[in-house]
């Protein structure tokens, strides 16, 4: 195992041209490889499309190394500037520690954040329902816009 010592800082903002732009803290949360190919490409429309009204900034985890209480913690912090969390993965189950964590990003974020799921379309089943109506509930509780999306991920916000 080998353990890393690591800051979170906050980038500055950064200039385009003449102008000063806000700046624009994305998380992306990611069940395995598949799905964190969905997330990115998701993210790289959205900095395309607004890449003059902001200055993107990536954290990207996966769901095995929010396992870790080492890394749990760490991506905790540097999701509290956070000001749009993606959620991608099969859309049926969340792990446990997604969960926890999930619960204990909403009381610690710093803006009023959204959270894009992009999950497959078979999870609109029953366990799709379940989660979604999960997501949902601990979201709203803490005034946190949810926006649950399935298939693809240039929809969500018609980045097409």
């Known amino acids: 195992m080998i353990v890393v010592n690591l800051e979170v800082v906050t980038l500055p903002r950064m200039s385009r041209g003449q102008r000063t732009l806000p700046s624009f803290n ?17 993210y790289e ?17 996966s769901f095995s190394i929010l396992s870790e209480p080492e890394t749990f913690e760490l991506a905790e912090r540097s999701a ?16 446990r520690a997604i969960k926890d964590w999930i619960e204990r990003w909403v009381r610690i974020a710093k803006h009023k954040p959204a959270l894009v799921t992009l ?16 997501l949902e509930k601990i979201l709203g509780s803490h005034g946190i816009d949810f926006f649950p999306h399935g298939a693809s991920a240039s929809r969500v916000l018609h980045l097409e």
């Open 45 to 61: 429309k959205l900095n395309c499309k607004f890449a003059r009204d902001f200055e993107f900034n990536h954290l990207m985890w």
């Open 26 to 42: 994305t998380v992306l949360l990611y069940q395995d490889l598949n799905f964190g190919h969905r997330a990115w490409d998701f």
């Open 119 to 134: 999950t497959d379309q078979r999870a609109s089943g029953k366990a799709g329902t379940v989660t979604h109506a999960y």
């Open 80 to 95: 509290a500037e956070a000001h749009l969390l993606v959620l991608s993965f099969a859309g049926t189950h969340l792990p």
